[in-house]
C-alpha cells in the first residue's frame, strides 16, 4: 500500500520551507559560493561528470551532495521513483503547491516505480514539458535533459541544461549522493531573463537541499525497518503475477 509523508511532517516541513525559502532568496549574492557547491568535495567539484557532456560550451555548474549511511542500491530504489506522477520530489510539497504542482510524496519503494529508461520523461510541472532521461546506469547515476530538453534555436533561445543524480558508494555499507547541475550562459541578456536566472538559483538551491535530506532520511530508515523489505517484496511478488 502506498504510504505518504504524514499531516505533521507534511506542516512542519511546509513551515521550514516558508522560512528558508526568503531567507537564500535575500542573501542569495553572499552565499551563492558556498550554496552552489553544497555539502560537496573539491575532487566531485572538479570531476567531469557524465552528464556534463549533455550541454556543449561553456558551463555554469554546480555540486550538491549528501552522505547516506546505505548501501548504493538501496538509495537507487528511492531515486529511480522521482517524478511528479511517480514519486513526488522529496521536497517541500506545501511550497510545490502554491505554484500548482500537484505532487504528493510517497513514503515507500513502489515496485511499479522502478523502471525507468532512455527516452522516458519526468515531469516537473503538469503544464510544463517533460525533462527527458539521456542516459542511466542502474544503481549509479540518471542524467536528464541536454539537447532533447531544447536546444537553442532562433525562435526558442533558452540555454541547454542538464541535470543529473549520481550514487557514489563509499563501502559497501554507505554512499554519497551527489546532484549536478550544468547550464549553458544566456543567450538573451535581456533584463528579465538575467532576472529570472538570478531567482532560479536560489530557488533550485532550496527544493534540492531538502530532496537530498529527504531521500537520507528515508534510504537510512528503510535500514531499521524489516517491513518496508517485506512490502517490497510483496509488491514485486504481485507485479510478477500480473505480467
Same mark, same amino acid.
Given at each position: @500500500?502506498?504510504?505518504?509523508?504524514?499531516?505533521?511532517?507534511?506542516?512542519?516541513?511546509?513551515?521550514?520551507?516558508?522560512?528558508?525559502?526568503?531567507?537564500?532568496?535575500l542573501?542569495?549574492?553572499?552565499?551563492?559560493?558556498?550554496? *552552489?557547491?553544497?555539502?560537496?568535495?573539491?575532487?566531485?567539484?572538479?570531476?567531469?561528470?557524465?552528464?556534463?557532456?549533455?550541454?556543449?560550451?561553456?558551463?555554469?555548474?554546480? &555540486?550538491?551532495a549528501?552522505?547516506?549511511?546505505?548501501?548504493?542500491a538501496r538509495?537507487?530504489?528511492?531515486?529511480?521513483?522521482?517524478?511528479?506522477?511517480?514519486?513526488?520530489?522529496?521536497?517541500?510539497?506545501?511550497?510545490?503547491?502554491?505554484?500548482?504542482i500537484?505532487?504528493t510524496?510517497v513514503?515507500?519503494?513502489e515496485?511499479?516505480?522502478?523502471?525507468?529508461t &532512455?527516452? *522516458?520523461?519526468?515531469?516537473?510541472?503538469?503544464?510544463?514539458?517533460?525533462?527527458p532521461?539521456?542516459?542511466?546506469e542502474?544503481?549509479?547515476?540518471?542524467?536528464?535533459?541536454?539537447?532533447?530538453?531544447?536546444?537553442?534555436?532562433?525562435?526558442?533561445?533558452?540555454?541547454?541544461?542538464?541535470w543529473?543524480?549520481?550514487?557514489?558508494?563509499?563501502?559497501e555499507?554507505s554512499?554519497?549522493? &551527489?546532484?549536478?547541475?550544468?547550464?549553458?550562459?544566456l543567450?538573451?541578456?535581456?533584463?528579465?531573463?538575467?532576472?529570472?536566472?538570478?531567482?532560479?538559483?536560489?530557488?533550485?538551491?532550496? @527544493?534540492?537541499?531538502? @530532496?537530498? =535530506?529527504?531521500?537520507? =532520511?528515508?534510504?537510512?530508515?528503510? =535500514?531499521?525497518?524489516? @517491513?518496508?523489505?517485506?512490502?517490497?517484496?510483496k509488491?514485486? *511478488?504481485?507485479?510478477?503475477?500480473?505480467?
Open positions: @500500500m502506498t504510504k505518504h509523508r504524514s499531516r505533521l511532517r507534511f506542516v512542519l516541513e511546509g513551515l521550514e520551507g516558508l522560512v528558508v525559502l526568503p531567507a537564500f532568496l542573501t542569495w549574492p553572499v552565499s551563492k559560493r558556498w550554496l *552552489d557547491n553544497w555539502g560537496s568535495l573539491p575532487a566531485e567539484r572538479a570531476r567531469i561528470w557524465p552528464g556534463d557532456r549533455l550541454v556543449a560550451g561553456q558551463q555554469k555548474t554546480y &555540486v550538491r549528501i552522505v547516506i549511511a546505505a548501501p548504493a538509495v537507487w530504489r528511492w531515486v529511480v521513483q522521482f517524478g511528479l506522477g511517480r514519486a513526488g520530489f522529496y521536497s517541500y510539497e506545501l511550497l510545490e503547491r502554491l505554484v500548482g500537484p505532487v510524496n513514503e515507500n519503494i515496485a511499479r516505480l522502478q523502471s525507468l &532512455v527516452a *522516458d520523461e519526468i515531469l516537473l510541472h503538469p503544464k510544463a514539458p517533460g525533462i532521461v539521456r542516459e542511466i542502474e544503481p549509479r547515476r540518471i542524467c536528464f535533459g541536454g539537447e532533447a530538453a531544447g536546444a537553442s534555436t532562433a525562435a526558442s533561445p533558452d540555454p541547454t541544461r542538464s543529473s543524480i549520481y550514487i557514489e558508494p563509499t563501502d555499507a554512499c554519497r549522493l &551527489v546532484l549536478r547541475g550544468c547550464l549553458e550562459p543567450r538573451d541578456r535581456s533584463l528579465a531573463k538575467r532576472f529570472g536566472r538570478a531567482l532560479e538559483s536560489p530557488i533550485d538551491f532550496v @527544493m534540492e537541499q531538502r @530532496m537530498l =535530506r529527504t531521500i537520507k =532520511r528515508l534510504a537510512e530508515r528503510e =535500514r531499521s525497518s524489516p @517491513m518496508q523489505n517485506e512490502d517490497v517484496n509488491n514485486q *511478488d504481485e507485479s510478477h503475477r500480473a505480467t
